[in-house]
């Protein structure tokens, strides 16, 4: 009798009896991360605006607690660190996967009128939601000697992968990283995760912006896009993704602070 490997089990148990607080789990990268902790034994509060992710995040994954609530809201986000503190004194991860995108606007293309809206939107969501939680959950991230993970993006680090606002957000998110690692230690650990582009995401278009009615493409030709931009020819699934996350949230990062997985197809590596 053939027996197939059951290779998922070879890494399963990384993040056993672990707390995690993941906002923006109701779909893309965020709710991979969901998925994957929970594989590896962790607890999971998920967090998300949507009332119907809330609900499929639910019905999907029975074993979490699940608050809605908006990211950049302090209210809400302290029902997520109450019920946090309902399951242990300490919380061993926060996972942030909150952000708007700007469909590559550049400065000269945003309306002058929209643009001090645009500004505060996105940097809103996609750095404050960050700090707010942060502040939030640090008493407990301090008692768990926990760790802090942020969702940067290649616009963090090179041109042209997105416009003007979302480029320079996702470069306040490497200062956010540096700064708090640098505050925080040796209490707590921080890092950041910038993929590259990525299929079956939900990343929205900027209301300020007059972009909300937009979405992330997920078709054949974004595929090949991606595929022809980085070096390996790979266009990355929020699961690919998810394993950066895990590594940082396990032991087997116990050494790194202020630090950027890069899961990106070798983005750096272009001539």
Do not use: Q, W
Not at 85 to 114: A, H, Q, W
Not at 205 to 229: C, H, I, N, Q, Y
Not at 257 to 270: K, M, Q, V, Y
């Amino acid at each position: 009798m053939t027996v197939t490997p059951d290779h998922s089990a070879r890494t399963a148990g990384r993040l056993t009896g672990r707390l995690a607080l993941v906002l923006g789990a109701g779909s893309g990268v965020g709710r991979a991360v969901v998925e994957a902790f929970v594989a590896e034994g962790a607890r999971v509060v998920a967090f998300d605006l949507a009332r119907e992710k809330c609900t499929g995040l639910a019905a999907d994954f029975p074993s979490i607690r699940v608050v809605e609530g908006n990211a950049c809201n302090r209210a809400d986000i302290e029902k997520a660190v109450a019920t946090c503190t309902g399951m242990s004194s300490g919380l061993d991860v926060l996972v942030n996967c909150v952000g708007l995108f700007d469909f590559y606007r550049k400065l000269g293309e945003i309306e002058p009128e929209r643009l001090e809206g645009g500004f505060d939107e996105i940097f809103h969501v996609n750095v404050m939601s960050g700090l707010i939680a942060t502040r939030a959950c640090l008493p407990m991230l301090r008692v768990a000697k926990g760790s802090v993970i942020f969702t940067s993006s290649s616009s963090g680090f090179y041109p042209g992968r997105g416009g003007i606002l979302y480029v320079s957000s996702k470069f306040a998110i490497r200062g956010c990283v540096l700064a708090l690692a640098y505050e925080l230690a040796p209490d707590v650990r921080v890092n950041g995760v910038a993929p590259g582009g990525v299929l079956g995401t939900d990343l929205r278009g900027s209301p300020a912006l007059g972009l909300e009615t937009m979405r992330m493409r997920a078709d054949k030709e974004r595929v090949d896009d991606l595929k022809d931009l980085t070096p390996l020819k790979i266009a990355m699934t929020p699961t690919e993704i998810a394993n950066s996350y895990v590594f940082l949230a396990s032991d087997a990062a116990v050494g790194m602070t202020g630090e950027f997985l890069h899961p990106n197809g070798g983005l750096g590596i272009r001539g």
